[in-house]
């Protein structure tokens, strides 16, 4: 095992942990150190993203910072489309999508970034259906991009939540638990149409868990204005990462 992907996928756990966001390091780091195709790596790093976000629930639902309201929906969203991400995955070039995810990524991170006077309440406050509905499909949103691009679904539900105007802890609590069910969808889709290297997947995994770990404990150290700083920045990272894979230059 290459030490280098161990610590890749140590700083990828404290990442998930943290903000929500860091799956989008873990496929080039398995596809350029460990020598396999992207798709594998794709569903190699899916398959990891499941029990991170167990960890992540399980650690993020003892601290409260969980909004089951959020979450649900969210969830049912992204538990269906996984799977139909990861029949796309297996026909068609991901690239062009890749791009218009990086771009709303990065919209959402200049949008969280922006000075606020006062904190805007989320869109649709005042009708919690419609609410309902919005949080349903931007777990669609997110499960099928998480299973095209086998970027873990809270790269993708972070960003846009904090676009509709839901709070940083907010967004990341919700994106623990996204995490499973768009894992678990898009790794059922890769079973059938991807490869996975199970071997390395199960090493990836115990490291990672102790990442998630010690990036539930900063999260919950942080002040409000300081974390909405970091997701901001990891927003940029992430998008700047994700343009970078459209062109093939990682």
Known sequence: MNLWLILVAFVVGVMIGAVGIGGLLLVPAIAFLAHLPVQTAMATALLSFIFTGVLGTFLFHQRGSID????????????????????ANSRIDPHTLIFLLASVIAVAGVNTAMPRSIERPPVFSSNPGRQQILLFWI???????????????????????????????????????????AAISGTLGNLRYGTIDFQLAAVLIIVELLGVHLGVRIVHALNPRTLRSAVAIFCVLVSAGLILRSLNIV
Do not use: H, K, N
């Open 139 to 181: 777990g669609a949103v997110c499960g099928f991009g998480s299973g095209l691009t086998g970027v873990g679904g809270p790269a993708l539900s972070v960003p846009m939540l904090l676009l509709f105007g839901f709070s940083p802890l907010s967004a990341i609590g919700a994106s623990q638990v996204i995490q499973i069910l």
């Open 68 to 87: 089951w309201y959020i979450a649900r929906p969210v969830c049912t969203g992204a538990a269906i489309s996984g799977f139909f991400g990861a029949w």
